[in-house]
C-alpha cells in the first residue's frame, strides 16, 4: 500500500522536528520497525513517530506503508501494526530514517501510550536491546529495638497463630471466587505459534540458477548466478528441515532477500498473540501467559 504525499520537508528536518517536538518529545526507547521484509533498528519514539537507522528503498521515499513495530522483552516481545508515512534519507548520509503515524489515533494508541508511559514513570527500564520491568525496591533499614522478654514473644507468638488459622479459613473459603476472579483473566484473542529457524539469504544480487531444499549438511543447498558473473554456491549448514521457501529456481532476487528458512529441533516455538491493555499490563507485572489451543 503505497500513496505519494504532496508536501514533505528534507529527511533530516522530518527527524529533527520530531526530537524537538515539545508537544509529544521523543524517547530514546529501542525497538525494531518492520516494513517491506526489512528490520529496522529503531532509536527514538513518540506518540505521532518516531526515528530509527537501517537501509531502505530510497524510492519509499513519502510513501505510506503498513509497519510493525516489535518491542523485545526478556522472553516475549510486543509487536503493534501501524499504518506510516516514511521519509528515507538519499543524502551522503544515508541510515536515517524518520517516520510518522498516518492515524495517531488508530488501535495502536493504547498499548503505544502504556509502553511510552511506563518508560517515562520508570517502570520500563532499557538494557542493551531489550526492555525490563524496574522491580527495583528501597529497603528502609531496621531500626534497633528495645529488648524484649519471653513473655512478649509468647503473646506474639499466639497473635501470629490466630491470625494465621483465621487466614487459612478465609483462603479455604474464597479459593474459587479467587482462581476464577483474581489470579486468571480470559484474553479471547487469536494467536499465532510458530517454530523459528535460521534464514539462509542471498548473498549478492543475481538469479536462482540451482536449489535444493533437501540437501543434507555440506552439501549445496542454492546457487546464485550473481550480476557480475559469478556463480555462488551456498552449502546446507544443518541436517535439518525446511520451514520455508521464499523463492523458486530461476527467480531474481537483490541481497539479503531470504531464500531458505532451518527448521531445528532445539528452537523453542515462537507465539504471536494479540492482548487488551488490561492484559498486556498483567505481563508486564510478571504475570504467566497459559495458551489453550481451540481442539484441545
Aim: hydrophobic share 40%; glycine share 8%; with cysteine.
Amino acid at each position: 500500500m503505497q500513496s505519494s504525499l504532496a508536501t514533505q520537508p528534507s529527511p533530516e528536518t522530518a527527524a529533527e522536528q520530531l526530537r524537538s517536538s515539545t508537544e509529544h518529545p521523543v524517547m530514546p526507547i529501542r525497538f525494531e520497525l518492520l516494513v517491506q521484509d526489512r528490520r529496522l533498528q529503531g532509536n527514538g519514539l513518540s506518540l505521532t513517530g518516531g526515528t530509527c537507522q537501517g537501509l531502505l528503498d530510497p524510492s519509499l521515499d513519502g510513501s505510506r506503508q503498513l509497519a510493525v513495530l516489535q518491542f523485545s522483552f526478556d522472553g516475549f516481545s510486543i509487536s503493534l501494526p501501524a499504518e506510516i508515512a516514511l521519509r528515507v534519507h538519499d543524502g551522503p548520509d544515508q541510515g536515517e530514517i524518520a517516520f510518522t503515524f498516518h492515524d495517531p489515533a488508530g488501535s495502536h494508541l493504547p498499548q503505544l501510550r502504556f509502553v511510552l508511559n511506563s518508560y517515562i514513570a520508570g517502570d520500563l527500564v532499557q538494557i542493551a536491546d531489550v526492555l525490563q520491568v524496574n522491580t527495583q525496591t528501597r529497603v528502609k533499614p531496621a531500626r534497633p529495638g528495645a529488648r524484649r522478654g519471653p513473655g512478649f514473644y509468647a503473646a506474639q507468638s499466639l497473635r501470629y497463630a490466630a491470625v494465621a488459622a483465621l487466614s487459612m479459613g478465609l483462603v479455604a473459603i474464597a479459593a474459587s471466587t479467587v482462581q476464577s476472579r483474581v489470579l486468571s483473566r480470559l484474553e479471547a484473542y487469536p494467536a499465532v505459534v510458530s517454530m523459528p529457524g535460521t534464514t539462509l539469504r542471498a548473498p549478492a544480487a543475481g538469479q536462482i540458477d540451482y536449489l535444493n531444499p533437501e540437501a543434507a549438511k555440506g552439501d549445496v543447498a542454492f546457487s546464485l548466478l550473481s550480476t557480475t558473473g559469478a556463480m555462488l554456491s551456498i552449502k546446507m549448514p544443518c541436517d535439518c528441515g525446511i520451514s520455508g521457501l521464499a523463492v523458486e529456481e530461476g527467480a531474481t532476487i537483490l541481497a539479503g532477500e531470504p531464500v531458505l528458512t532451518l527448521l531445528t529441533d532445539t528452537a523453542p516455538p515462537k507465539i504471536q498473540a494479540t492482548l487488551s491493555p488490561q492484559g498486556l499490563q498483567a505481563v508486564l507485572n510478571g504475570d504467566t501467559i497459559e495458551l489453550a489451543f481451540e481442539d484441545g
